[in-house]
């Protein structure tokens, strides 16, 4: 039977959780911060609280870069097919855009592997994006993470492997975009079908380029006009000198 003090204690219980809720809440906003880092030309802002399997970024010149530590896929034995993935967001602000305009983004990732068995396997997967954050967030280019060389030495030692991906930013679409939210997204995949078979493969840095071109700003109409009312003065003056 449910009593008025049974109805009593559940309020004190549901109370007790909604203040909970609001402390984990407050904390979470709390703990999370915008992080702004200048390079040459460029500045790079991420939220610290979202960076996954990444870990925190450096910057030098115009790129940064990410050098995880336990960001890795691991099968053995009959453990089939295990995937590990993280994405994060940064975001690529111009400091002079009179100056330079985005021209692209190059993305290259670098780890190693080891694989034992000739039914285990391991690859890299993942995509690049670039879009628009200053105009229109509709406006975006992608393009596949793939790896430069088949991963598929199988002699048991460790072996180093690479892949990239680059999106281009150009046209008239891109011409007064300023700011770029750059995601990459990222996939480790390991798998061993057999008994006394592994797989093992490492994500251990991953760096982004930005790419800039000089600002191709047109000359305004009123100088142009300027400047032709200035050759017609030039050629009456002659005239008139040479009557």
Same mark, same amino acid.
């Given at each position: 039977?449910?009593?008025?003090?049974?109805?009593?204690?559940?309020?004190?219980?549901?109370?007790? %959780?909604?203040?909970?809720?609001?402390?984990?809440?407050?904390?979470?906003?709390?703990?999370?911060?915008?992080?702004?880092?200048?390079?040459?030309?460029?500045?790079?802002?991420?939220?610290?609280? &979202?960076?996954?399997?990444?870990?925190?970024?450096?910057?030098?010149?115009?790129?940064?870069? &990410?050098?995880?530590?336990?960001? +890795?896929?691991?099968?053995?034995?009959?453990? $089939?097919?295990?995937?590990?993935?993280?994405?994060?967001?940064?975001?690529?602000?111009?400091?002079?855009?009179?100056?330079?305009?985005? +021209?692209? &983004?190059?993305?290259?990732?670098?780890?190693?592997?080891?694989?034992?068995?000739?039914?285990?396997?391991?690859?890299?997967?993942?995509?690049?994006? %670039?879009?628009?954050?200053?105009? +229109?967030?509709?406006?975006?280019?992608?393009?596949?993470?793939?790896?430069?060389?088949?991963?598929?030495?199988?002699? $048991?030692?460790?072996?180093?492997?690479?892949?990239? *991906?680059?999106?281009?930013?150009?046209?008239? =679409?891109?011409?007064?975009?300023?700011?770029?939210?750059?995601?990459? =997204?990222?996939?480790?995949? %390991?798998?061993?079908?057999?008994?006394?078979?592994?797989?093992?493969?490492?994500?251990?840095?991953?760096?982004?380029?930005? $790419?800039?071109?000089?600002?191709?700003?047109?000359?305004?109409?009123?100088?142009?006009? &300027?400047?032709?009312?200035?050759?017609?003065?030039?050629?009456?003056?002659?005239?008139?000198? *040479?009557?």
């Amino acid at each position: 039977m449910i009593t008025s003090n049974t109805v009593g204690q559940w309020h004190k219980i549901l109370a007790k %959780a909604a203040v909970l809720v609001v402390l984990s809440t407050f904390s979470f906003v709390t703990q999370a911060a915008l992080i702004t880092v200048n390079g040459t030309n460029v500045s790079f802002t991420y939220d610290d609280a &979202f960076l996954g399997l990444f870990g925190a970024p450096s910057v030098f010149g115009d790129s940064i870069f &990410f050098t995880p530590t336990n960001f +890795d896929a691991v099968s053995d034995n009959q453990d $089939g097919l295990v995937t590990v993935n993280s994405t994060v967001n940064v975001d690529v602000t111009i400091f002079n855009p009179d100056a330079f305009v985005f +021209d692209g &983004f190059m993305l290259v990732e670098r780890g190693d592997y080891s694989l034992v068995g000739s039914n285990s396997s391991v690859d890299v997967g993942g995509q690049l994006r %670039a879009r628009d954050w200053t105009i +229109d967030p509709n406006t975006e280019v992608n393009d596949s993470i793939v790896e430069t060389a088949p991963l598929t030495n199988n002699d $048991g030692e460790f072996h180093n492997w690479e892949a990239g *991906a680059t999106v281009a930013i150009g046209g008239a =679409e891109w011409q007064d975009v300023t700011t770029i939210r750059v995601t990459i =997204e990222n996939v480790l995949r %390991a798998t061993s079908l057999t008994q006394g078979e592994s797989a093992f493969i490492e994500k251990k840095f991953a760096g982004g380029s930005v $790419g800039l071109v000089v600002n191709p700003v047109p000359v305004p109409p009123a100088v142009w006009l &300027f400047g032709s009312g200035l050759i017609g003065l030039v050629g009456i003056a002659r005239r008139k000198k *040479a009557a």
